[in-house]
């Protein structure tokens, strides 16, 4: 405050922040000099409007910032009349204060009783103030809304999901109704689809542009060709069988395009009804940043969908295949990919139905996750390949060692696999005849109908590390209602038990086979891989594949 000397008027100064009739407050005990010339001095020199009144009602004095404020106040003057309605009405109703609008500027008034029944106007022009809170709050408001937009569009991985947040969002902030028109993947062509969300609408609404809506939007073809320039407003555009039936006439449209890393995702449509203002540069920025920022979330989206539908594909591809019937035969087959969120790793098993019966593969690539399973692709596709020219056991293991050795690059990479070949031949009886070939894999055991189980020695190198790799040999004959069980190292060596570190471990393993002779070989691939879950008590493990196979019943 600024108190005047000599006994003078005393009041408040304008300051920083949002005004209110409270911070216009003179100093209690002030009067007015004498002096008339001195006292409009005084009061000229105060940063209030400041208006005196005799005890009448009537102006006394203006001073030069009220008489710049208030033109139609002049001396003599009757406050009550009229001439100032927001004042007026403070006066009429013997008010202390009041908060009006007078010519476009916003206003807070004090009043302070004189000694003589005389009173004291402060006024400020809070106008500016008003102004820079409107714009504090306003900017809140967007940093708000790209907060909660940048948050449901970066958690939109799903193509369908970050068109539906795209759509929602702007709605009621930024539009009554947004559009957002975009071309579909492949194979959908060319032709623009588009989806609707409006103020009232359950949800948002879907369709397929044609020629005439692309027509009917000036900019519309720009942006969705990616064209980067300033987005307009455009008034009165039609749109009619994309908005919904009762939203009535068209006020302000804005297009903006929505471009993606890879090229323009689409076009955002901001509709307003006539009713609401325009949009204003503020309004035209924000909606070119939340359409950037859809535009990014929808590409990413569609980059993550075309990846995850490629690595379906190749999943699908890599991992063990169904087993097809084989007369005379039974078989089941087990699979576990390593815990790394993948369902395809190193391990694997196949079947290649012949005509004396089939030849079967159980192997366990280097490595694990993807890089095991690209090799895991090599190794099958090779050996689909090779048994066509070669199906005795050994003399295939030779010819896929030679093919795994044989590109450039090869030694480098130093990729191998640990591999199981057996060949089932039929006999007469009703039994099997199973002629092995093993590079360096588990040996694999055979669980008698009578009881008890036995391993079949095999023994060999792996397969695709040595060019003058040596691979095992064995033979063994199933009699009905004996079991074949081939397994790898992940079973055995799967850490776990009381302290966690315990290998499972082949003895085990025999024990866990004993109770199962003569039962169906999927019921005990079904029975060992739950005694592995349990052992494991949700560790991270090591690939793992069983293959058992049992004479058919008669």
């Given at each position: 405050?600024?108190t005047?000397?000599?006994?003078?008027?005393?009041g408040p100064?304008s300051?920083?922040?949002?005004?209110s009739p409270?911070?216009?407050r003179p100093?209690?005990?002030s009067?007015?000099p004498?002096?008339?010339?001195l006292a409009?001095?005084l009061l000229?020199?105060l940063a209030?409007?400041v208006?005196?009144t005799?005890h009448?009602?009537r102006v006394t004095?203006?001073n030069?910032?009220a008489?710049?404020?208030?033109?139609e106040?002049?001396?003599?003057?009757d406050?009550?009349g009229?001439a100032?309605?927001?004042?007026?009405?403070?006066?009429r109703a013997?008010?202390?204060?009041?908060a009006?609008e007078?010519?476009?500027?916003?206003l807070?008034g004090l009043?302070?009783e004189?000694p003589g029944?005389?009173?004291a106007?402060?006024v400020?022009d809070?106008?500016?103030?008003?102004?820079?809170?409107?714009?504090?709050?306003?900017?809140?408001a967007r940093t708000?809304?790209l907060?909660q937009?940048g948050?449901?569009?970066?958690l939109?991985l799903?193509r369908?999901q970050?068109?539906?947040?795209a759509v929602?969002?702007?709605?009621p902030?930024l539009?009554?109704?947004a559009l957002v028109?975009?071309?579909?993947?492949?194979?959908a062509g060319?032709?623009p689809?588009?989806?609707?969300y409006a103020?009232?609408?359950p949800g948002?609404?879907t369709?397929v542009?044609d020629?005439a809506l692309l027509?009917?939007v000036?900019g519309?073809?720009?942006?969705l060709?990616g064209?980067a320039s300033?987005?307009g407003?455009?008034?009165a555009?039609e749109?009619?069988?994309?908005l919904?039936?009762?939203?009535g006439?068209?006020?302000?449209?804005l297009?903006?395009?929505?471009?993606g890393?890879?090229?323009?995702a689409?076009?955002?449509i901001?509709?307003?009804r006539?009713?609401r203002?325009g949009f204003?540069?503020r309004e035209?920025?924000?909606?070119r940043?939340?359409?950037?920022?859809a535009g990014?979330?929808l590409a990413a989206a569609?980059?993550?969908g075309?990846?995850?539908h490629?690595a379906?594909?190749?999943?699908?591809?890599l991992?063990?295949p169904?087993?097809p019937?084989v007369?005379g035969m039974?078989l089941?087959?087990g699979?576990?990919?390593?815990?790394?969120?993948?369902?395809?790793?190193?391990?694997?098993?196949d079947?290649?139905p012949?005509?004396?019966?089939?030849l079967?593969a159980?192997?366990?690539?280097?490595?694990?996750?993807?890089?095991?399973?690209?090799?895991?692709g090599?190794?099958r596709?090779s050996?689909r390949t090779?048994?066509l020219v070669?199906q005795?056991p050994?003399e295939?293991l030779g010819?896929?060692n030679?093919?795994l050795?044989?590109?450039?690059d090869a030694?480098?990479?130093?990729?191998?696999t640990?591999?199981?070949?057996?060949?089932?031949?039929?006999e007469?009886?009703?039994g099997?005849?199973?002629r092995?070939?093993g590079?360096?894999?588990?040996?694999p055991l055979?669980?008698r109908?009578g009881g008890?189980?036995e391993?079949v020695r095999?023994?060999g190198?792996?397969?695709g590390?040595?060019a003058?790799?040596?691979?095992?040999?064995a033979?063994?004959?199933?009699a009905p209602g004996?079991?074949l069980?081939?397994?790898?190292?992940g079973?055995?060596e799967?850490?776990?038990?009381?302290?966690?570190?315990?290998?499972?471990?082949?003895?085990?393993?025999?024990?866990?086979?004993?109770p199962?002779a003569?039962r169906?070989p999927?019921d005990?691939?079904?029975r060992?891989?739950?005694?592995v879950d349990g052992?494991?008590?949700?560790?991270a493990?090591d690939?793992?594949?069983?293959?058992v196979?049992?004479?058919?019943?008669?």
């Open positions: 405050m600024t005047a000397p000599r006994g003078g008027l005393a100064v300051g920083g922040g949002q005004a409270s911070q216009v100093v209690a005990g009067t007015l004498a002096d008339p010339q409009r001095e000229d020199g209030e409007a208006v005196t005799d009448g009602g004095l203006v030069a910032l008489g710049a404020l208030f033109p106040l002049r001396p003599g003057t406050l009550a009229g100032l309605p927001g004042l007026a009405d403070a006066v013997g008010a202390d204060s009041f009006a007078h010519r476009g500027r916003h807070h009043r302070r004189l029944g005389r009173s106007w402060y400020r809070v106008t500016e103030e008003r102004a820079r809170a409107a714009a504090l709050l306003a900017e809140r708000r809304f907060a937009a948050s449901r569009l970066g939109s799903d369908e970050a068109l539906r947040a929602t969002l702007p709605v902030y539009a009554d109704a028109v975009h071309r579909p993947p492949p194979p060319p032709v689809h588009w989806i609707r103020a009232g609408d948002p609404a369709g542009g020629p027509d009917a000036p519309l073809v720009e942006a060709d064209d300033e987005p407003p455009w008034w555009a749109l009619t069988g994309v919904p039936a009762g939203f006439r068209t006020g302000a449209v297009v903006s395009p929505m471009g890393a890879g090229g323009p689409g076009a955002l901001l509709v307003r006539p009713d203002p204003d540069q035209l920025t924000l909606a940043e939340f359409a950037a920022r990014a979330a569609q980059l993550f075309e990846q995850a490629l379906r594909v190749l999943q699908h591809s991992l063990p169904d087993l019937p007369a039974t089941a087959g699979y576990r990919a390593a815990g790394d969120g993948l369902r395809i790793g190193g391990d694997f098993y079947l290649f012949t005509g004396a019966g089939a079967f159980l192997g366990d690539v280097c490595g694990k996750g993807v890089g095991a399973a690209v090799l895991t090599r190794v596709q050996l090779l048994r070669e005795r050994r295939l010819l896929l030679r093919a050795l044989d590109p450039p030694a480098r990479r130093a990729q191998f640990t591999l199981l070949l057996g060949a089932l031949t039929r007469p009886d009703g099997l005849r199973v092995l070939a590079g360096g894999h588990p040996d055979v669980v109908a008890g189980t391993p095999v023994g190198m792996p397969v590390a040595l003058a790799a040596r691979f095992g040999v033979e063994v004959r199933l004996d079991l069980v081939a397994y790898t190292d079973v055995t799967a850490r776990g038990g009381p302290d966690g570190l315990e290998m499972f471990g082949e003895p085990r393993l025999r024990a866990a086979l004993a199962v003569g169906p999927a005990l691939v079904d060992l891989l739950r005694l052992w494991l008590g949700g560790q493990h690939d793992i594949a069983m293959l196979v049992t004479p058919a019943p008669a």
